[in-house]
């Protein structure tokens, strides 16, 4: 199996509405990954707001990206853990309690109130993309991040769960497998959490913060209070919106459109955390550049007034010491931090950038429309190292299960040093 070599290779297909990304990386510590393989193909008609609706388009589109990826990587490509956005996604909070009668909490007494909240949900297993812990009580004492240790009668455990639409994940499961890749159970992750997972750091998710994806089918949301997910949300507009606007006012094919608005806004490039990216080239007629400005600006006002709506109505408003940040390929665009900010305001905006947490040749990879499939590798990383302790418990000894081992020790995820504790 490719990743049990000494140097694991991990990889991951982002399926966005205007693109498939592959990108391959070797972690060189918990925050920093090398970037080896990135290849980026056109879904053209594959998906409709992150949802796939035409399965042989789609999967030639994830042959080429993937391809492009592993010549670059120079080792094919097989496991891959995949980041969509599509179909309804429902997050609830739900609250799991386990007796524990004075004994001490094991991560087994973990893994089984995890496994109690899934059940809860009455929905079949399929539909259920991630089980988040948020926080634990020991009877009378709230707010635990780790309960692990600790005794007590009760252990309560606030879960968010988020499922999403049976039969998008059915197709999405059947196309990955068409592309000739293996997907494993829990590979399938929404693509805000992981954006969210190379963008943010723990200090930010203490503090509140909102991560605001805008692609072209899609904005994502996903924020995060006292260190633990509070909400995700999709919302089925983006980029292509604009494309499409601008198509009915010049009067052109939306091929045409979308050419028109990317000479005038700039490719987006390189931001350096917090900067807004300018644009590259001079692009069209400034009569023409300042049409493509207001149609843009005119969608772009509703999708963030969309995403402010939300938050208040989550109440969540409030708590967002860190304020916003944006990302996606549409932050490309001149001028978004400061029109941004106005619409958002009083939340303070940034532009995330991947450049602290990825290194390697390929600086294409930098760029905001590739910050989910960077945080894929991460998630990848949090979630195989489990996936490979399991496989490797059936056979102890030898010495992929020694540097399984050694790996346990190095940590990445909170949630999984749980478990390793006990292996
Ligand atoms: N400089 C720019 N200014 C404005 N929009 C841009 C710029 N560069 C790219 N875009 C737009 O960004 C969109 C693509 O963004 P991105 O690559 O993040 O989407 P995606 O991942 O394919 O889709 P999604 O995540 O919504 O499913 C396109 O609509 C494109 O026109
Ligand atoms: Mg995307």
């Known amino acids: 199996m490719g990743q049990v070599s000494s140097n694991p290779l991990y990889a991951a297909v982002d399926l966005g509405s205007t693109k498939v990304v592959a990108v391959a990386g070797h972690s060189v510590d918990d925050n920093m990954f090398e970037i080896v393989g990135l290849g ?34 120079g080792r094919p490509l097989r496991n ?12 609830m909070d739900q609250r799991v309690t386990i007796a524990l009668r004075d004994r001490e909490v094991q991560p087994s007494d973990i893994e089984k109130v995890l496994q109690e909240a899934r059940s809860m949900v009455n929905r079949p297993a399929s539909e259920i993309l991630h089980v988040i812990p948020k926080s634990y009580t020991i009877d009378d004492l709230a707010n635990i991040p780790n309960p692990v240790g600790m005794v007590g009668a009760r252990l309560e455990a606030h ?13 999405l499961k059947r196309t990955i497998e068409r592309s000739g890749l293996v997907l494993r159970e829990g590979d399938l992750v929404l693509q805000p959490l992981a954006a969210a997972r190379v963008l943010l750091t723990e200090d930010d998710k203490e503090l509140g913060v909102a991560v605001v994806d805008i692609g072209g089918g899609t904005t994502n949301l996903a924020v995060f209070v006292n260190g633990a997910l509070a ?32 000479e005038a806004l700039g490719r987006s490039v390189l931001p350096d955390a917090g900067e807004t990216p ?19 600006e ?59 947490r990825i290194q390697g040749l390929v600086e294409r990879a930098l760029q905001p429309e590739f910050s989910s499939a960077i945080g894929l590798l991460y998630y990848a990383r949090d979630h195989w190292d489990l996936i490979i302790e399991e496989e490797s418990e059936g056979s102890p000894s030898g010495k992929g299960a020694e540097r399984q081992k ?17 292996i």
């Open 278 to 296: 300018e644009t590259l080239s001079p692009g069209p007629s400034p009569e023409q550049s300042a049409q493509v400005m207001d149609v843009v």
């Open 406 to 422: 050694e790996k346990k020790m190095s940590g990445s995820s909170r949630l999984l040093n749980w478990f390793r504790e006990i």
């Open 80 to 91: 891959v853990i995949v980041g969509f956005a599509g179909g309804e996604v429902v997050g």
């Open 231 to 262: 909400a995700i949300r999709i919302f089925p507009y983006g980029g292509i919106n604009m494309t499409k606007d601008l198509a009915i006012v010049l009067q052109v094919s939306q091929d045409e459109a979308e050419r028109i608005k990317i």
């Open 159 to 171: 879960v968010h769960v988020i499922r999403g639409s049976d039969m998008v994940i059915a197709n």
């Open 298 to 356: 005119a969608r772009l006002a509703e999708i963030l007034g969309i995403v402010a709506r939300e938050l208040r109505e989550m109440r969540l408003e409030n708590r967002l010491q860190r304020g916003v940040v944006l990302t996606g390929g549409v932050v490309g665009m001149p001028k978004m931090i400061p029109f941004a900010q106005k619409i958002l305001s009083p939340l303070h905006v940034t532009v995330g950038s991947v450049r602290p």
């Open 40 to 73: 980026v193909s056109p879904t053209g008609t594959a998906l409709r707001n992150g949802t796939i609706i035409g399965v042989p388009q789609a999967v030639a589109a994830i042959n080429r990206a993937v391809d492009q990826a592993q010549r670059m990587a």
